[in-house]
């Protein structure tokens, strides 16, 4: 045990920087459990849009949404949520699946609406790239 607190006293930054990362790694596994919105995979968000009417939020810019997007899908560009968040509160009752390109602004948008009081609000893990990866369609109209 002495070698231990002799190791630390001469490598405080080391020792410190060892924590620091456990602590990270801790709080990225706990964290997903407290949140108010889940993660789910393309295949999941398929049967939760056949089987409960889910709606799918696309916060993507504009450019992007029309490259591809997923059919009868809501556009509304993250830059623009809070201003045209009025807009879903037509949707309040339904599950709302939130996706972008990859999956990380819609994770904020999906805090937002949580806050919102929304409900049943999903992230579509990976995003559009996981669901067009999954073989799954988009339109481009």
């Known amino acids: 045990m002495e070698q231990y607190l002799e190791f630390a006293s001469r490598h405080v930054f080391l020792v410190g920087g060892f924590f620091l990362v456990a602590g990270l790694l801790i709080y990225s596994y706990i964290a997903p459990r407290f949140r108010a919105w889940k993660t789910i995979s393309p295949l999941d968000a398929t049967q939760l849009i056949n089987r409960e009417d889910a709606l799918v939020l696309d916060v993507r810019e504009d450019n992007e949404y029309q490259g591809g997007h997923i059919v009868n899908s809501v556009h509304i560009p993250l830059s623009l949520i809070d201003k045209r968040m009025g807009e879903l509160e037509k949707y309040r009752g339904r599950p709302i699946i ?34 067009e990866s999954a073989s799954l369609p988009l339109s481009k109209r």
């Open 98 to 131: 939130v996706g972008c390109r990859s999956g990380s602004r819609s994770g904020h948008v999906c805090s937002l609406l949580s806050k919102q009081g929304f409900e049943n609000v999903y992230n579509l893990g990976g995003g559009v790239m996981a669901w």
